[in-house]
């Protein structure tokens, strides 16, 4: 839902950061607890150790006039209650569902989570865990961030805090951030084909080149239709190309453009670079 490169521009407050990291290690501890405890017992000390404790929500029982986060609050449309409700400027922005760590399809409980969500006029945001896995939607199922909480490090905690704490829910910089990155994929997305239609003709005239060089009297008997087989197998390379780089950033290949790379440069290696694309292209079965 979020790129990285959007959050890692958003600055935290690395005393407050780490203090509550120190306070979210603790709740770490407890797994074995948390994997046995039933629901209702821990609906409170869930809300405690992860929203007040690491990510400085106040309950209601802590400080009832500063109080942000609420268990049990009636729906504006019934008389049903979700598990917990954020609270800015006493309206309700987002609803919290909890169930217990046997709940392992979090995706069943979608549905009893988004009812509560559409019975708040103003709910933007809707938060369910079986108080192992957390999950983070902006007002639809259809994408949400999903965070392994016993498998958090400093580095994943940072981003589960930039995007729900309280002071971020509070200045409403989820959806800040979801702008953002549609605009930063967009952007990225236009650079991308922009780049890729330069080299593409870039590679097209270099095979010209080739093929002037290696027949110097056939070149300009090269047909319009034997122009656009070269543009054609132009853009063939490069779809491979980058599915090589896909491939690796998912890493679904057991090597990496480094690898072409340094085989490219070795000593060596006497092949071209082409000869060593070929290879790879035959690996990757494309």
């Known amino acids: 839902m979020f790129k990285n490169a959007v959050l890692d521009?958003?600055?935290?407050?690395?005393?407050?950061?780490?203090?509550?990291?120190?306070?979210?290690?603790?709740?770490?501890?407890?797994?074995?607890?948390?994997?046995?405890?039933?629901?209702?017992k821990y609906q409170d000390g869930f809300l405690r150790d992860i929203f007040e404790n690491s990510l400085g929500y106040i309950l209601e029982d802590s400080n009832p006039e500063n109080a942000n986060i609420f268990r049990e609050e009636k729906n504006e449309t019934d008389r049903k209650k979700a598990d917990g409700v954020i609270k800015v400027s006493n309206s309700v922005i987002g609803i919290v569902e909890?169930?217990?760590?046997?709940?392992?399809?979090?995706?069943?409980?979608?549905?009893?989570?988004?009812?509560?969500?559409?019975?708040h006029s103003n709910s933007k945001y809707i938060i369910i865990s079986n108080f192992s896995e957390l999950r983070f939607y902006i007002d639809k199922k259809t994408e949400f961030e999903s965070f392994k909480l016993f498998e958090m490090n400093f580095e994943e905690f940072k981003r589960f805090?930039?995007?729900?704490?309280?002071?971020?829910?509070?200045?409403?910089?989820?959806?800040?951030?979801?702008?953002?990155?549609?605009?930063?994929?967009?952007?990225?997305?236009?650079?991308?084909?922009?780049?890729?239609?330069?080299?593409?003709?870039?590679?097209?005239e270099e095979i010209l080149k080739q093929v002037q060089h290696q027949s110097p009297e056939q070149t300009e008997f090269i047909s319009v239709s034997g122009k656009l087989e070269v543009l054609n197998l132009s853009q063939k390379i490069l779809d491979r190309i980058v599915f090589i780089f896909f491939g690796e950033s998912r890493g679904l290949l057991k090597f990496s453009k480094n690898y072409i790379l340094e085989n490219w440069k070795s000593d060596l290696h006497e092949s071209s670079l082409w000869e060593i694309l070929k290879i790879i292209f035959r690996k990757v079965d494309v």
Do not use: C, G, W
């Not at 909890?98 to 019975?119: G, M």
């Not at 910089?173 to 080299?199: A, C, G, H, Q, W």
């Open 161 to 204: 805090h930039a995007i729900l704490s309280f002071e971020s829910i509070s200045e409403n910089l989820p959806m800040k951030f979801r702008e953002e990155t549609t605009n930063f994929e967009r952007e990225i997305s236009e650079k991308f084909y922009k780049d890729f239609s330069e080299v593409r003709l870039e590679l097209y």
């Open 98 to 119: 909890l169930k217990d760590f046997k709940t392992k399809n979090l995706s069943l409980v979608e549905d009893q989570a988004f009812n509560y969500h559409n019975s």
């Open 9 to 40: 521009r958003f600055q935290q407050n690395s005393e407050i950061l780490e203090s509550r990291f120190q306070k979210f290690q603790e709740f770490q501890k407890k797994r074995k607890f948390v994997e046995k405890v039933k629901e209702e």
